[in-house]
C-alpha cells in the first residue's frame, strides 16, 4: 500500500481540458478515465502524449500518472476523486516510515526532499510548466503526498464497453464475439465521429453515472 511523494500537478477530470474529455477525444475507447494509473490506461495515455504532446514528452523522460485511492474508505467521492496527479518525480515511502528510497538520496527525508527541490533541469521544469498550462493551468506545481492503497486496481468495463462486446445478426442469431475465431469476428464499420458527438457521449455517459 505505498505512499507516494511525488513532484507534478493535479489533473481534473472534468473540464474541456480534463482527463475525460481527453480520452474521448483522442478516442482511448480501453482507458479508464476515473481510474488512469490503472495500467492499461496509464499505457494509453503515455502513448497518446507521445502523438499529442511531442515536444514536451521528450523531455520529460519520468512522466507518470498517479491516483488517490483507500480501497477501505467507501465514501461516494473516494471510488474516483475529481483529479489524478501528473508526475514527473514519484518517490514511494516505505511503511512506517518518513524517509524516501536510497534512489533520492541516502538519509534524505520527507522535509529534505521538498526543502531541495524537484532536481529538474531548466528545460524540464519550462516542459513541465508548459503542460500544465495545456492540461491543468489553473493547478500549481509543486510535492504532493499521495496515498494509493491498490495501485492496479482493476476497473469493470462500463455497461457500453460490455454491450459492444456482443453483436447480432439480422436473423437474431446470437453470436459472441469471444467464442468467434479472430479471422471470423464480427466487427463494426469505422466511422468518424465529430467533436459535438464526443463530447454527447461523454454528457451522458455523466449524467447517467
Known amino acids: 500500500m505505498p505512499v507516494y511523494m511525488i513532484h507534478g500537478f493535479r489533473w481534473p477530470r472534468a473540464g474541456f481540458t480534463g482527463i475525460r474529455v481527453y480520452i474521448v477525444l483522442h478516442n482511448l475507447e480501453e482507458a479508464a478515465a476515473e481510474y488512469i494509473q490503472q495500467p492499461?490506461?496509464?499505457e494509453l495515455l503515455s502513448e497518446s502524449f507521445q502523438k499529442t504532446q511531442p515536444d514536451l514528452v521528450a523531455r520529460l523522460p519520468e512522466l507518470r500518472f498517479i491516483e488517490q485511492y483507500d480501497p477501505y474508505d467507501e465514501t461516494s467521492n473516494t471510488v474516483s476523486q475529481d483529479y489524478a496527479y501528473v508526475a514527473t518525480k514519484v518517490l514511494t515511502i516505505p511503511d512506517g516510515g518518513s524517509e524516501v528510497p536510497d534512489s533520492a538520496g541516502p538519509?534524505?527525508?520527507i522535509a529534505d526532499c521538498v526543502e531541495q527541490g524537484s532536481g529538474l533541469s531548466q528545460d524540464e521544469s519550462e516542459a513541465l510548466?508548459?503542460?500544465r498550462n495545456r492540461l491543468a493551468p489553473e493547478e500549481k506545481i509543486g510535492w504532493f503526498m499521495v496515498y494509493n492503497g491498490d495501485p492496479d486496481r482493476y476497473f469493470p468495463p462500463s455497461e457500453d464497453e460490455e454491450d459492444s462486446e456482443e453483436e447480432y445478426y439480422d436473423d437474431d442469431s446470437y453470436v459472441d464475439e469471444k467464442s468467434v475465431a479472430p479471422s471470423e469476428a464480427v466487427t463494426e464499420p469505422s466511422t468518424p465521429v465529430?467533436?459535438?458527438s464526443r463530447l454527447t457521449r461523454l454528457w451522458?455517459?455523466?449524467?447517467?453515472s
Open 40 to 42: 492499461l490506461t496509464s
Open 107 to 109: 538519509g534524505l527525508n
Open 129 to 131: 510548466e508548459e503542460l
Open 194 to 196: 465529430s467533436y459535438t
Open 204 to 208: 451522458n455517459r455523466m449524467s447517467s
